[in-house]
Nanobody, 116 residues
C-alpha cells in the first residue's frame, strides 16, 4: 500500500522559513519523480515543485521560484521542501505525490500558515 506522510508545517511570520518532509512507503521511492502541490483555502490544487528520481532535475512554479528548494534522500525514502522568504499567499495545505508535475493529493497534507 502506498503511503505518503507529510509533516513540518506550522505558523510562521512573513519572511520566515519552514522545511516540509514527506515520508514515503509502499513503493520504490527511488524509481519515481516526486512533486509537491498545495491547496489554498477555498481554491483548487496548484502544483508547486517537482524533482526527478535521482534528484538531479528539478522544476518550480513561477510563484515559488528562487524561494523554495525541493530535494530528496532516496536512502531515507523522504522528500523535502525548503521554503524561505514565505509570503502570506503561500498559506495552504501542502501535499506530496509521486510523479513529475503531478497534481494530486498524495497524503493527508501539512498545513502551512503565513501570518503576522
Amino acid at each position: 500500500e502506498v503511503q505518503l506522510v507529510e509533516s513540518g508545517g506550522g505558523l510562521v511570520q512573513p519572511g520566515g522559513s519552514l522545511r516540509l518532509s514527506c515520508a514515503a512507503s509502499g513503493f520504490t521511492f527511488s524509481s519515481y519523480a516526486m512533486s509537491w502541490v498545495r491547496q489554498a483555502p477555498g481554491k483548487g490544487l496548484d502544483w508547486v515543485s517537482a524533482i526527478n528520481w535521482g534528484g538531479g532535475g528539478t522544476s518550480y512554479a513561477d510563484s515559488v521560484k528562487g524561494r523554495f528548494t525541493i530535494s530528496r534522500d532516496n536512502a531515507k525514502n523522504t522528500l523535502y521542501l525548503q521554503m524561505n522568504s514565505l509570503k502570506t499567499e503561500d498559506t495552504a495545505v501542502y501535499y506530496c505525490a509521486p510523479g513529475w508535475k503531478t497534481v494530486i493529493k498524495g497524503g493527508q497534507g501539512t498545513q502551512v500558515t503565513v501570518s503576522s
